[in-house]
């Protein structure tokens, strides 16, 4: 029997590379395409590698043959900042996407969103017919990707699009790691407003089986809501970290409103790389229904907050030395949080 293909853009970033493992774990032909090296080293030589932008459509339309399912994960995070930077990955790239996709006659493609859509929650839990109302540009072009989306699905394309919650595991770094350092030196971890707010996450592995599932699943052209299915508070579920993990950091919740403020300027001025996104949902209460996804996926997470939190802070411990000069704006790396590491450390 020939084996299955998948072909993952943003291949070698966070997501790509804990897919990867899952689909050669199931005995599939997995090819990863992304402009940043391939630098996960227990998957060179064991997948395909091709180096390009989703905005090669040349290359993109070639690099697609032979595939018959198709994984789009690559993305502008919010970090980046710039409308025009953001459009041009998250909204051109999708286009071309899913334009080799339909050209190259692909079984199935899922198509990465963002609970972003949903901006600041206000009907909860958020499911998948809540009015969108997304937050800053990557909210916006997640909005403007499911549109193609839906086009393309008129064209014949199967689709699937996922919307997850922020999901972190082993590798993730980004914006957790300014609160893993503290954990990891005894300092305080700093959250907006007192921490009590309920805030669902995800496992990046929950996240890759929900993406298997929506390739394979007879179910097609559907819009599922992701994240973990046991959560708590900020307060209670980093407080549990610093608890097992034995550290004397202290959670110190500071005011929302001039908080928000100070790093709304601090974003404006590319002093932070802490987006509207974070900073406006932080200290709320955030989660959404995944009901629609047990039900036609037959998709359960299986970590709660807690435990995918320790895992990933465990993982920042014992890989610290290696990872705490690597610089960068994706989740597989330290981001440069400038002036708040200066205030961190003071």
């Not at 402009?35 to 064991?46: Q, R």
């Not at 459509?57 to 032979?66: A, G």
């Not at 995800?202 to 299915?229: P, R």
């Not at 508070?233 to 928000?260: C, E, F, M, N």
Request: hydrophobic share 40%; proline share 3%.
């Amino acid at each position: 029997m020939q084996k299955k293909r998948v072909f993952i853009t943003g291949g070698t970033g966070f997501l790509g590379v804990h897919l990867a493992r899952r689909f050669l774990k199931a005995h599939w032909d997995v090819t990863l395409y992304d402009i940043a090296d391939l630098d996960a080293k227990d998957l060179v030589g064991k997948v395909k590698f091709i180096k390009g932008d989703v905005s090669n459509k040349k290359l993109l339309l070639k690099s697609l043959r032979n595939h018959s399912y198709v994984v789009h994960t690559a993305a502008a995070l919010p970090i980046q900042v710039k409308k025009d930077v953001i459009f041009h990955v998250n909204i051109d790239g999708t286009q071309n996407t899913l334009e080799s996709a339909l050209k190259n006659k692909i079984k199935r493609l899922v198509f990465i969103s963002s609970t972003a859509v949903y901006g600041v929650p206000k009907h909860l839990p958020e499911t998948e017919e809540s009015p969108l109302d997304p937050i800053g540009w990557y909210g916006i072009s997640k909005i403007e990707g499911e549109r193609l989306c839906k086009d393309y699905m008129k064209k014949g394309l199967e689709i699937n699009i996922i919307r997850p919650k922020t999901f972190l595991g082993i590798e993730r770094l980004g914006v957790f790691a300014l609160w893993f350092e503290a954990i990891y030196n005894n300092r305080r971890l700093y959250i907006l407003g007192n921490g009590d707010n309920k805030y669902q996450l995800l496992a990046v592995t929950d996240v890759v089986e929900a993406i298997y599932k929506a390739l394979i699943s007879k179910t097609h052209n559907q819009i599922f809501n992701i994240g973990a299915k046991q959560y708590g508070s900020w307060k209670s579920d980093l407080g549990y970290v610093i608890k097992q993990s034995r550290s004397k950091a202290k959670i110190t919740g500071l005011p929302v409103l001039l908080s928000q403020f100070i790093l709304g300027i601090l974003e404006i001025l590319n002093l932070s790389p802490i987006a509207a996104w974070h900073y406006k949902t932080m200290p709320v209460n955030s989660y959404v229904s995944i009901a629609k996804a047990e039900k036609l996926l037959n998709w359960h997470p299986k970590k709660s907050n807690k435990e995918l939190f320790l895992e990933s802070y465990n993982w920042y411990k014992e890989h610290r030395n290696e990872i705490v000069n690597r610089k960068g704006n994706t989740h597989r790396v330290n981001w440069n949080f400038k002036i708040l590491d200066l205030i961190s450390k003071l």
